[in-house]
């Protein structure tokens, strides 16, 4: 039979340490796009629903509710939902211009990714300035 | 030469999903715009403005709108999260009906936050 004339494929090297592997910068952009997701999903929906409950049941609650959002630990969890909303969002409108066909070459895609990256941050800060 | 006309791939949720992901990733940047307006049109966050802002049927209806963009985009974006890294399918199937009535339960929620005062 033909196929046993071939040769047994090499093994390939599996190569997977997540601390060694050195992602491109829209690798990264990638990973922390899926990382804002999951902490949206866990904390960030459910937080968002009691928060608006809250807020709406009656003057007491709202106070009630601004009372226990602004111990440190509170805010602490806000900034980082916050992060991770603020990098959702931008990544997210990247991978909508990238549909587009908008900055689909290697330098544009490097660039963007690393505006989205520093807005993210810089806009985080902005709001944990505000928060504090 | 002529080809014969037939589909073939299986079962096309991924340019659903990928459509999906899309729709309500815009109906949400929208929406987060329109409270970040509404609240600066309101010098800021109090408790008579934001209760007259959700008084308003049509901000209720936006905000449902918004809530179900959410859950949905959550849902698409945490079913391709377990589909990459929980491999045995017991585990898998496990988590995907624990974050499905999760999210059913989060409608109901939803509901209740919006209309349960009226």
Redesign the interface.
Known sequence: MAALDRPAPKPRPVYLNLFAIRLPLPGFVSILH?VS??L??LIG??LL?WV??R???S?DA?EQMRATLSTPLSKLILIVLAWAYLHH?IA??R??LM?MHWGMDLKSARQSSAVTIVLAILLTLAVAVKLW | MVMPKRVVVGAHYGWRDWLVQ?VS??VM?LY?LLVLFLVVRNGGLD?AA??AT?SSEIFRLASFVFMLS??WH?WV??RN?AMDYLKPVGVRLTFQVVVIVLLIG?VG??I??LWG?V
């Open positions: 899926r997701g999951a949206l999903f929906i459910p629903l608006v409950q807020s709406l049941a003057p709202w969002f997210g409108i991978h909508l549909d | 899309r990733a815009v940047a987060t408790y934001w209760k959700f959410l859950l959550a974006g945490v999260i989060y929620w939803t209740q936050v005062g």
